[in-house]
């Protein structure tokens, strides 16, 4: 399996910040790479894929980067409703892997 | 507007096998590239990818779990049914099924729609 390490786990934050989240691939994935936003007792909603493509309705002020292993999504001036965990997860090759996620929390 | 729902029970005991059925709407699996996986989600742990069934029933399977799992489609019912044997409390968790899209210049490839999930507690 190819194994997706995301850091740091919990990232404290507040409302206008800009935060960076790193997920990294034990073997390249070219840019199969999705991110996604998951809120408490809701199912995870993909932001982005290919590793830098935002999804229909996705604010702008989600960016990802990033290609073969190292891989960031970040988010610019961080409101209210973005506080969430988010995973990443590759889709190359036979078998698909999430990241452990990263708890976006209020300081 | 595409639309996936788990269904099936809530409660399963250690060793019995559960069945997880998925009804979904708004697309195709019959469409060149599209899937429909099942994910399951431990309580504040990960989601975790366990089988993928494409429009031309490739199947893939969770390399640790595949020996316990079955995945089968009815395009003319637009179901897709997971079966997981020998159950044991570990694998309490949310059972999701979400779409997998194509890949191409258009699409995204990813999981792009999510069922609401369905809690399985797996207990005596």
């Known amino acids: 399996d190819i194994q997706m390490t995301q850091s740091p786990s919990t990232l404290s934050a507040s409302v206008g910040d800009t935060v960076t989240i790193t997920c990294r691939a034990s073997?390249?994935?070219?840019?199969?790479l999705a991110w996604y936003q998951q809120k408490p007792g809701k199912a995870p909603r993909v932001l982005i894929y290919?590793?830098?493509f935002l999804d229909t309705g996705v604010p702008s002020r989600f960016s990802g980067r990033g290609s073969g292993t190292e891989f960031t999504l970040t988010i610019s001036s961080l409101q209210p409703e973005d506080f969430a965990t988010y995973y990443c997860?590759?889709?190359?090759?036979?078998?698909?892997?999430f990241g452990g996620g990263t708890k976006v929390e209020m300081k | 507007q595409i639309t996936l729902k788990e269904s099936g029970p809530t409660l399963v005991r250690p060793t019995e096998t559960l069945t997880l059925t998925c009804t979904f709407s708004?697309?195709?699996?019959?469409?060149?590239?599209?899937?429909v996986a099942w994910i399951r989600q431990p309580p504040r742990k990960a989601p975790e990818l366990l089988a993928l069934i494409y429009w031309n029933d490739d199947k893939r399977f969770s390399p640790s779990l595949k020996t316990r799992l079955t995945i089968t489609k009815d395009t003319s019912k637009n179901e897709v049914v997971l079966t997981m044997t020998n159950m044991d409390p570990v694998d309490t968790a949310t059972y999701f099924c979400a779409r997998r899209d194509k890949v191409s210049a258009l699409t995204t490839g990813a999981f792009d729609s999510w069922g609401q999930g369905a809690l399985i507690t797996v207990s005596s």
């Open positions: 073997q390249t994935v070219s840019n199969f």
């Open positions: 997860q590759q889709y190359n090759g036979y078998y698909f892997t």
């Open positions: 708004g697309f195709s699996l019959t469409t060149n590239g599209v899937g």
């Open positions: 290919r590793s830098s």
